[in-house]
Structures are given as structure tokens and as C-alpha cells.
């Protein structure tokens, strides 16, 4: 009996380690599967949209295949696939299909934009899909572009504004636009960047301009753009040339020293002088965002990346995906809720009704708080201004901005308007008084810097 009773347990002892075995090697194979897994999804999700050159050449090869094909058509594509007068230089930004990239036009820098990366993407204009469409005349294609206009920015598009956007020429050509510029137009009239540049192009200085497009694909203007690890938020030597202009200072080797120190005080303060002009230009971009327009217009990510500066220093929004005209802010912004933390859009906000609990259509806060919050800190903090942090002016303008970003200006629009005035009044002293260097104590008690 022994041998027999010997020989199950050695049976159920493998069967119960074949079991284990297997068990493991189950679990070995789904913790694997789960893994590769999650290195695709890390690819498609992170390294698809991965800015390269070799992918942009790409998208910039089909768009040219498309043009020769006949799909699409634009006054640019003639120089970008066949003159080869577009010569591209690199990629500046690709997410979620939106590329971004640099290029030359006949030696002039332009950027090249586009929502989506293909023009299969976009949707089709819906006549065009019978192939008996009839022809449309120009003010037809007026017509339908306005109706895409109202439903892209949520305006009502005045007949005196719809010339601005085509040139009378194309207006009152004979011919009829054929199927590929029906095509283009329609794919760059559904990306809301587009058609707020193209509708702003006359009526603003503040927005970077349109030079031309290729199907899906727009050209605008290359500026220097802000960044926020820059210490003045912005490149002021490549927008002026000052680091150039400062080189030929000295002139004979017995005086090179005290020459090089002339030469960077007069830079430093050169730069200061830039700095306030900037800051005056926003003050300006604010205002022209909320009186020039029949709808005011809100800007919900202020951030330095989406503004550049051109070569006069005006200020120019270059990104304004969440740039929105008051009526259809009031629609984003009425929403459900259950606290005020509900009603943040990005920079916009609003309050919770806690009756209703229902956002507030009404924006709070406002376009020059938060560039006072954002902006405006940056510049006149004490750690950036150092020793002349406590000079009187500086002390004045560092409280001005300190109470421009604590004022709400939705709600208390006539405190804001003031404070709107005095740090124009601030910033414009600077500018007549030399940035307010070398000034005396009037009052005879010191000042000292506010921190944020």
C-alpha cells in the first residue's frame, strides 16, 4: 500500500507544481501583453506627436502631391512645390495633429500653420460632393463663408467686414472659383485661428498677419516669440539688434574699460526703455481688444509664448486657439457647477450660482488683470530690478501692478479702468524721465520694494 499511496502524492505534488507552473506563466504573459501595451499607447500618445524634421518634410511632400493632383491649390503652392521658393528650415510645435513649422519665402522667414496635418481631415464643402454641383459665383462664396465665419467665432459678420477678407479682385473675377480653391478655402475656413486672423487682418495691428496659404496650410508673418525662461520674457536683442549696436562702443585701447562700462549701462538701460514700451503696447492691445470691436474680445491663455514682438515693439498675439469674442465666452462660460473652482476656463472665470448651480456667463476677471498677473510681475519684481527696486517710480509702478492684479475687472470695471490709466501715466513718466534713474527722495522718508 505504501508504494501505491507514495506514487499519488508524488502525482499530486506535479500536478500541483505543473498547475503553479502554468499559473506563473499565465501571469508572466499578461504582465508582458500589458507592458508592450503600454509602450504603444506611450508611442502613439507621446512620440507621434513628436516635432521632427523628417516628419514635417513629409506632411509638406503630400501637401505638394495633392497640389499636382489637383486636390487642393493656394497662391503659395506654386513657389513651395514647383519654383521651390519655400525653403523649409524647422519644425516648431506638433500636437494632437497641429503643426507648427519655420520656413523662408523668397528669403523672407514666414511660419506655416495648420490645425489639422492632413487635408483629408478637414470636412468637405457639401457641394462639392455631387458632381453636378452648379457653379457658385464669388458673392455665393461669400455667402457661405460668412454663415462658417458665425458659426466659427460666434459673430454676426457685417456686410462693410466681409471685403476685408477677400480682395475685391477675387471678388469680381468672371470665373468661377473651381473645385480645389472651393476645397482649400473651406479646410482653412474651419480652423477658428485662421478666420480670427483673416477677419482681424485690416482691423488690428495686434495680430500677426496672413501672407498666403498652400490647401490646408497658412502662411503668417515670422516674430520673435516670449518665453517664459527668458529673464525679459522676450529676445529684446533679436527683436532690436542691440547686442550688434553695442560693439563698436569703445574706441581706443587706453579707454576700453571705462567704454565697455558706458556701453552696458546705455545697453541696460536701452533694454529697460524696450521693457517699458512693450508693457505700453499691451496696455494699448488691451484696450483696442475691449472698445475697437463690436464684441469684446477675451483672451484665455495669456501666456508670454503667444505673443511676439515686432521690430517697432507692438505687441502681437500669434496664438489665439483660446481667443474668444464676448458672445461666444458667455456660451463657454455658462456651464453646471458646484463651486467657483468649476467656472475656471484656463484665464477666463466666472462664479457659481450656487441656487442655479450654474456658471456665471459673465467673466470676472479680465484680459489686463491677468497680463498684469502674469506679465507685469515679472518685470517689475524686485528681484529683477535690484538695486533700483526701491527708487520712488519703481516703488509706485510695483504697487500699481500689484493692485492691477488683485482687481477684478469684470466686476469692478471702473477701479480697473483707473489703474489702466495710472500705470499708463507711470509708464509713460518712465519713458520721459529717462526710466527714473538717479531720482531724489522728495519727501525725505525711504521707500522700499513691494514683494509679490
Avoid at 496635418?117 to 452648379?134: H, I, K, R, T, V
Avoid at 496664438?319 to 463651486?339: S, W
Avoid at 498684469?372 to 538695486?387: E, M, N, Q, V, Y
Avoid at 499708463?424 to 513718466?429: E, F, P, R, V
Wanted: hydrophobic share 40%.
Amino acid at each position: 500500500m505504501w508504494p501505491l499511496r507514495r506514487g499519488c502524492v508524488l502525482r499530486w505534488l506535479g500536478l500541483r507544481v505543473c498547475r503553479r507552473t502554468t499559473l506563473l506563466f499565465v501571469l508572466f504573459w499578461f504582465g508582458f501583453w500589458m507592458f508592450l501595451n503600454g509602450l504603444v499607447f506611450v508611442h502613439r500618445t507621446i512620440f507621434s506627436d513628436f516635432c521632427t524634421n523628417d516628419k514635417s518634410k513629409q506632411v509638406l511632400q503630400r501637401v505638394c502631391d495633392e497640389y499636382r493632383q489637383g486636390i487642393l491649390t493656394g497662391d503659395l503652392c506654386e513657389d513651395l512645390c514647383v519654383a521651390r521658393q519655400v525653403e523649409y528650415k524647422r519644425c516648431l510645435y506638433y500636437e494632437n495633429g497641429k503643426k507648427v513649422m519655420e520656413a523662408e519665402w523668397r528669403g523672407v522667414p514666414i511660419v506655416l500653420k495648420s490645425k489639422l496635418e492632413n487635408f483629408s481631415s478637414y470636412e468637405n464643402f457639401g457641394l462639392l460632393e455631387y458632381q453636378d454641383a452648379p457653379d457658385l459665383s464669388p458673392m455665393d462664396i461669400v455667402f457661405y463663408a460668412t454663415l462658417e465665419i458665425k458659426s466659427s467665432l460666434g459673430l454676426e459678420v457685417r456686410n462693410a467686414t466681409v471685403p476685408r477678407l477677400w480682395s475685391q479682385r477675387l471678388r469680381e473675377r468672371g470665373r468661377p472659383y473651381s473645385r480645389a480653391e472651393l476645397a482649400s478655402l473651406w479646410s482653412l475656413l474651419q480652423q477658428e485661428e485662421y478666420t480670427f486672423f483673416k477677419v482681424l487682418q485690416d482691423l488690428s495691428r495686434h495680430v500677426v498677419k496672413v501672407l498666403g496659404s498652400c490647401g490646408h496650410f497658412y502662411a503668417v508673418e515670422y516674430l520673435i516669440a516670449g518665453h517664459a525662461w527668458n529673464q525679459n520674457l522676450f529676445s529684446l536683442e533679436d527683436v532690436s539688434g542691440l547686442s550688434g549696436s553695442e560693439g563698436d562702443t569703445s574706441s581706443s585701447s587706453s579707454s576700453s574699460s571705462s567704454s565697455s562700462s558706458s556701453s552696458l549701462g546705455h545697453g541696460a538701460r536701452r533694454e529697460r526703455d524696450m521693457v517699458h514700451r512693450i508693457a505700453l503696447s499691451f496696455l494699448e492691445m488691451v484696450r483696442h481688444f475691449e472698445n475697437d470691436f463690436s464684441h469684446r474680445l477675451h483672451l484665455c491663455d495669456i501666456k508670454p509664448e503667444n505673443f511676439a514682438i515686432r521690430k517697432d515693439l507692438t505687441v502681437v498675439a500669434i496664438d489665439v486657439d483660446m481667443a474668444f469674442f464676448e458672445p461666444k465666452m458667455r456660451d463657454i462660460l455658462e456651464q453646471n457647477c458646484t463651486n467657483d473652482e468649476d467656472c475656471n476656463f484656463f484665464d477666463c472665470i466666472s462664479k457659481c450660482d450656487l441656487n442655479k448651480n450654474k456658471c456665471s456667463s459673465k467673466r470676472i476677471n479680465s484680459n489686463l488683470q491677468v497680463i498684469c498677473d502674469k506679465i507685469f510681475r515679472h518685470w517689475f519684481s524686485p528681484t529683477l530690478l535690484g538695486a533700483r527696486a526701491g527708487l520712488p517710480l519703481q516703488v509706485a509702478l510695483q504697487r500699481a501692478v500689484q493692485d492691477c492684479a488683485e482687481t477684478a475687472g469684470g466686476e469692478e470695471a471702473a477701479l480697473s479702468w483707473a489703474i489702466q490709466r495710472r500705470l499708463l501715466a507711470l509708464l509713460t513718466q518712465f519713458l520721459r524721465d529717462g526710466q527714473g534713474e538717479g531720482q531724489g527722495d522728495t519727501e525725505g522718508h525711504s521707500h522700499t520694494a513691494l514683494n509679490f
